[in-house]
Structure formats: structure tokens, C-alpha cells
T-cell receptor, first 109, second 113 residues
Framework: DAKTTQPNSMESNEEEPVHLPCNHS???????IHWYRQLPSQGPEYVIH???SNVNNRMASLAIAEDRKSSTLILHRATLRDAAVYYC??????????FGQGTRLTINP | NAGVTQTPKFQVLKTGQSMTLQCAQD?????MYWYRQDPGMGLRLIYY???????DKGEVPNGYNVSRLNKREFSLRLESAAPSQTSVYFC????????????FGQGTRLTVV
């Protein structure tokens, strides 16, 4: 299965930017990178996805390295509500979402 | 707009009992998924259905069966529940085309005693 590597946990302060890294060194040319997050006691929710170019939406930005072996999810101004587990998922072949352990993000007031 | 609806939300079973977890989506999605999440862990894929009429095993299929009843509904059955199957179960759906977002239900918390 497609593997990604993320730090187990990260911590940031409210109203500061957060950069969540993900390594996917064995990615192939047609694999998408998706990010989901899971708030406490809820199901996962979609954050953003991309293929080659950087992407922006109302929730976050996704910066994909030129060689596509890594990507970074950027929360421009973190709030307490952004405290969650963030999952970086590589999708190959038939769309099969396989989650890793994710990064637990703590936001300090 | 209901999205992905799972029933029941909570269930307690005795070891050896059987039950079916129901999942329905109203977004006309082709692909549907079942996951389990143990305390403090990430989600693990049990089974998925890329399109109506097809199902495939995920990472942890043992002890489970699935039925893609129609395009809307994807059920998960435990034939003989075991304490190791105590978990929170999530259903999700997505359009078939790769690179599109998946939507998740709120989960079913299952306890097997």
C-alpha cells in the first residue's frame, strides 16, 4: 500500500501559521496527495488535495515539492478549532483511501 | 442534505452475536468505504466498493462481510462478534474519479462484551 510519513505530533500557537510536513518519496506521476483531518470525537473531514501544483482553498494551502516526494499542509492562521489529527494520504490506482497514523496538532492559546 | 448516514450510532453486542452496520449516502457517489478506528489509533480500511456491484478487501477484512446493496447503501456485517472488534466504525463515500474528496459519516461506536 501507498505509504506516507508524518511526524507523530506538532504544537503551535494560536493565530500563527502551521506547516505540517508529509513525506511520500515513492510517489508515482499519477498519484494524488490528499489531506484530511479528524477533530475529537468526529469522523475525518476533507481538507485539500493536489497532484503537482500548489493548491489553495478556504481551509488551507498545499505546497507540493517540485520532485513530488514531499508536501506541506499550511494553515495560515491557526485557531483552537484547528486542533486535530491531520492525515496525509497518497491515492494510487483505484481510489482507495488508506490512512496512516497522522500528525496530532496541538494549538496553544 | 444528509451526506453519509450511519446506523446505529451506538451498539453493545455479546461475543458471538451478529449484527449489520448500515450506511447510506445521498450524494450519488460511486465509491464507498468502511473503516474501523481503535482508541488512539488511525483509521484502518476494512472493505471498500469502487462502484455498485463491486467490493474489495482493505487492510483488515477478517471477521467482516460487506454488501453493496445499491448505489446508495453499503452495509458491514459481523457474523460472530469478538471483543477484538470493539471499535468505532466509519463509513465514507466519494465520487469514482480520483482526486476528489471523500465524505465521512459520524461513526458507529461498537462494544463487544
Amino acid at each position: 500500500d501507498a505509504k506516507t510519513t508524518q511526524p507523530n505530533s506538532m504544537e503551535s500557537n494560536e493565530e500563527e501559521p502551521v506547516h505540517l510536513p508529509c513525506n511520500h518519496s515513492t510517489i508515482s506521476g499519477t498519484d494524488y496527495i490528499h489531506w484530511y483531518r479528524q477533530l475529537p470525537s468526529q469522523g475525518p473531514e476533507y481538507v485539500i488535495h493536489g497532484l503537482t501544483s500548489n493548491v489553495n482553498n478556504r481551509m488551507a494551502s498545499l505546497a507540493i515539492a517540485e520532485d513530488r516526494k514531499s508536501s506541506t499542509l499550511i494553515l495560515h492562521r491557526a485557531t483552537l478549532r484547528d486542533a486535530a489529527v491531520y492525515y496525509c494520504i497518497r491515492i494510487q490506482g483505484a481510489q482507495k483511501l488508506v490512512f496512516g497514523q497522522g500528525t496530532r496538532l496541538t494549538i496553544n492559546p | 442534505n444528509a451526506g453519509v448516514t450511519q446506523t446505529p450510532k451506538f451498539q453493545v453486542l455479546k461475543t458471538g452475536q451478529s449484527m449489520t452496520l448500515q450506511c447510506a449516502q445521498d450524494m450519488n457517489h460511486n465509491s464507498m468505504y468502511w473503516y474501523r478506528q481503535d482508541p488512539g489509533m488511525g483509521l484502518r480500511l476494512i472493505y471498500y466498493s469502487a462502484s455498485e456491484g463491486t467490493t474489495d478487501k482493505g487492510e483488515v477484512p477478517n471477521g467482516y462481510n460487506v454488501s453493496r446493496l445499491n448505489k446508495r447503501e453499503f452495509s458491514l456485517r459481523l457474523e460472530s462478534a469478538a471483543p477484538s472488534q470493539t471499535s468505532v466504525y466509519f463509513c465514507a463515500s466519494s465520487p469514482t474519479v480520483r482526486g476528489t474528496e471523500a465524505f465521512f459519516g459520524q461513526g458507529t461506536r461498537l462494544t463487544v462484551v
